[in-house]
């Protein structure tokens, strides 16, 4: 573990870039019904209904010694 952690340490190489990755699928949402307008002496209310409208996948790549990020929405995999 203490060798991996040593990489986070080390200082900025332009030939040899530090990048890292990650990724994550997101639930695509919409709201079905729209808000209950506020009657008088009530708060306004909403209902928790929604529809489904899929799923994206984000892939992320950074080099945070660099200052560079690039981020990448697909509809697949």
Not at 23 to 46: D, V
């Amino acid at each position: 573990m203490e060798d991996v952690l040593d990489v986070y340490t080390r200082p900025y190489d332009p030939n040899h870039p530090f990048v890292c990755f990650d990724e994550t699928s997101k639930q695509l949402i919409a709201e079905k019904i729209e808000l209950i307008p506020a009657e008088l002496g009530k708060k306004q209310r909403y209902d928790y209904q929604y529809e489904r409208n899929g799923v994206c996948n984000l892939f992320m790549f950074f080099e945070p010694l660099g200052a560079w990020r690039h981020v990448e929405v697909t509809q697949r995999r």
